[in-house]
């Protein structure tokens, strides 16, 4: 008994399972490697991009309070009104002190009103800031905003008077909490603001006093905080200014962010303007992604900080679901390996041996069963049973085949034998004798002219013509019928030129005019014939109308029941609906055209008959 590990199948299986485990496990481990490596540089580039969006909304809200602070310094009137309404001032202050009875006006109020518009106009009509402060270094300053007028202040009492004046330029504060803007807002928690501070030069760059524009820092930070309500992986925003502290969150602890800080400043340090780094949490020993951003606009630095583990989220879904899926494909994978062995069992020279030994006369006969394989494996006997039932398969193929072409010659013959009407050639020589009788010779030669010329188009052995010779062949047997019934006939013809070089079936305009004349002559003359054709982009259509009675409606239920009988059998009806029927000029259209034709008989709304027929300007396209 041979062994089961030498059968093929078994042979097969384990080949094909070995194949399958190692190109797998290879793409799965590739794929995955490559898989995480995007989602990781795809949520290191989102995190970047977020952290230099966010910083640069907090640039564009400076920068607006810094144009606001320029426009001041740079206003001339701003100067000169300032200028004067300080000296109102002090002399108005003088002489009250020296004379109070006999002070007339206080023409200092004049000068502040004229102060209050200039600098309303240099802040603009949109008010990108919400406070303006010019400070004297006298102890005076005067606000524009929700804080308008003149009051005393103590430099030494403000922590940035001499920042101010020993900085070469702007100056931007810490965030503080500001009691008095909070008042302007209808919100119960504490307001801070921000503000930003000049020199306030003359006209000969002396130093006159400070100008400080101030802002709500939430307004300023709105980036942050609308970041905040979207975020998915709790991420923590620390702004940090150059000297190391903390801008935003307002109220932070400062221990508490104090290692993001020094690692950035070393960094920063190194002449990195941004970077993105993993960091170890000192106080909780988690991974951290931080991305910093340094802005030389304000020289504040934005950090985001988000735990590894959250942002690598997607990625450890992604593992679960992929090391499934893995299984369940490699599952199968082995399953169709199995499959595969298991119908993959004979060799492919016996096969090929057997098949040079089968004759065409043997497909599908008891000579392909009869003969034995004697392999002696059960899989090359289940192959021969398949092979047995292939030929047979393949017989009726060819039985079809040669059924098609069968139906195809038979259409072919049922067009030539009704190609042809008895009755109209007898009639036509009935007439033509009776024309003798009365010395009609004109009209005989005539009438003999057209039905040679018909008897020779219809006797040719081209199978197909172009439309203008059809129409030529349509024209002389109406013309025959003219002859036959005088003025009684009427014939149009109304055919696009684009029509005429079509090539179509032979004698497939012609059989529909006869059935239009037909049944038009059951009533009373006159009798009109129309022939109309048209161009509808790429095909052509040719309508035959007559102004008889019409289709009955037994008549046109058992065309269509005869074209459905076609459809359904393959097999072509032989009958004829007289001369050249309207069902094989169906048939002949199908042969020529395949599925993409048009055939249509129906009944006028005015009275009457009409037959369409189209197809491709390009027969079988």
């Known amino acids: 008994m041979p062994s089961k590990l030498r059968n093929i199948r078994t042979i097969l299986f384990s080949t094909y399972s070995l194949i399958i485990i190692v190109v797998f496990s290879i793409l799965v481990v590739w794929f995955y490697w490559w898989t995480s490596d995007l989602l990781k540089k795809n949520a290191t580039a989102s995190l970047e991009s977020i952290g230099q969006s966010i910083q640069d909304q907090t640039d564009s809200e400076l920068r607006k309070m810094n144009d606001v602070s320029l426009n001041v310094m740079y206003s001339n009137l701003v100067k000169d009104h300032f200028k004067k309404y300080l000296a109102d001032s002090e002399n108005h202050r003088t002489a009250v002190q020296d004379a ?117 820092a939430n307004k300023i930070f709105q980036g942050i905080l609308n970041f905040a309500k979207k975020n998915g992986y709790d991420e923590n925003v620390l702004v940090f200014d150059g000297a190391g502290r903390i801008v935003y969150p307002y109220s932070a602890d400062a221990k508490r962010y104090e290692p993001y800080i020094q690692f950035g400043n070393e960094r920063f340090g190194a002449g990195l303007a941004s970077f993105t780094s993993s960091f170890r949490n000192p106080g909780t020993g988690e991974r951290e992604l931080l991305s910093y951003h340094r802005s030389d606009f304000t020289g504040w630095n934005t950090v985001m900080i988000v735990g590894e583990r959250k942002l690598l989220k997607p990625l450890t879904a992604f593992t679960r679901t992929m090391a499934f899926v893995a299984v369940a494909i490699l599952l ?62 393949l017989k009726q193929s060819m039985d079809q085949l040669l059924l098609s072409q069968a139906q195809e010659l038979q259409s072919k013959m049922v067009a030539l034998q009704a190609q042809m009407n008895p009755h109209f050639l007898y009639n036509t020589l009935a007439t033509i004798g009776a024309m003798a009788e009365e010395n009609m010779n004109e009209q005989i030669v005539a009438m003999v002219g057209n039905l040679s010329d018909i008897l020779r188009y219809i006797t040719s052995d081209e199978s197909t013509a172009d439309l203008e010779t059809e129409l030529e062949h349509t024209s002389r047997y109406l013309e ?94 032989t009958l004829k609906l007289d001369g050249m029927g309207l069902i094989n000029v169906y048939i002949r259209m199908k042969l020529g055209y395949g599925e993409r034709f048009r055939f249509e008989a129906s009944n006028r709304p005015g009275g009457g008959a009409a037959v369409v027929i189209g197809g491709s300007a390009r027969m079988g396209g």
């Open 100 to 216: 109070p009875a006999n002070v007339p006006g206080d023409s200092s109020i004049q000068s502040a009103k004229e102060l209050s518009d200039i600098l309303t106009a240099a802040i603009g009509p949109s008010r990108p800031v919400e406070q303006l402060y010019l400070y004297d270094f006298q102890g005076r300053v005067y606000g524009n905003g929700f804080d308008n007028g003149e009051r005393a202040y103590d430099p030494a009492a403000k922590p940035w008077y001499e920042a101010v004046r020993n900085a070469a330029g702007k100056y931007i504060d810490l965030p503080v909490a500001d009691a008095e803007m909070s008042k302007y807002i209808s919100s119960s928690e504490e307001q801070y603001s921000v503000s930003l501070f000049r020199l306030f030069y003359d006209n000969y760059n002396v130093p006159i006093g400070i100008v400080e524009v101030k802002q709500y």
């Open 332 to 393: 199968l994978a082995i399953f169709l390996s199995f499959a595969a062995a298991k119908r993959i069992t004979r060799p492919i020279l016996k096969i090929h041996r057997t098949i040079r030994g089968i004759r065409l006369d043997d497909l599908g006969s008891g000579l392909v069963t009869a003969k034995e394989l004697n392999s002696g494996l059960n899989e090359l006997d289940q192959l021969h049973s398949s092979f047995v039932q292939m030929s047979s398969r």
């Open 480 to 573: 025959v019928n003219r002859i036959r019934h005088g003025a009684k006939l009427q014939c149009e013809f109304d055919v696009d030129e684009r029509l005429l070089p079509i090539r179509v079936p032979k004698l497939i305009v012609q059989p529909l005019v006869e059935n239009a004349l037909k049944f038009a002559t059951t009533r009373e003359p006159p009798w009109a014939i129309r022939v109309a054709g048209t161009m509808q982009e790429e095909e052509w259509r040719i309508e035959v109308t007559d102004n008889g009675p019409g289709f009955s409606e037994e008549a046109l239920a058992r065309l269509k029941e005869r074209i459905a009988e076609a459809e359904r059998t393959g097999v072509f009806p």
